[in-house]
């Protein structure tokens, strides 16, 4: 029987560790997804790149923006 602990839990989305088997399990709804400890470290790590990498998209595309408006003010 596993041993659940609640690492995290937000509106529709919850992290529980099971210490019997040493797996994080992340609820996403009516989805789950288990692995192991590694793998949330391999993912943790994937998630915080792309979000950096989002939010200077998201910056560049803005200055851009404000760029073509200036421009055309001109």
């Known amino acids: 029987m596993c041993k659940k602990i609640l690492l995290s ?3 529709g989305f919850r992290v529980h560790y099971c ?6 399990e992340l609820e996403m709804g009516a989805m789950s ?3 192991d400890e590694d793998a949330l470290e391999i993912m943790s790590d ?4 792309s979000v950096s990498k ?3 998209l ?4 803005g200055s851009f923006d404000a ?8």
């Open 46 to 49: 994937s998630l915080s790149e």
């Open 33 to 35: 997804l288990r692995l």
């Open 19 to 24: 210490e019997t088997h040493g797996t994080v």
């Open 67 to 74: 760029f073509m408006r200036q421009l055309k003010n001109v």
């Open 54 to 56: 989002l939010h200077a």
């Open 58 to 61: 998201q910056a560049s595309r």
């Open 9 to 11: 839990g937000q509106a």
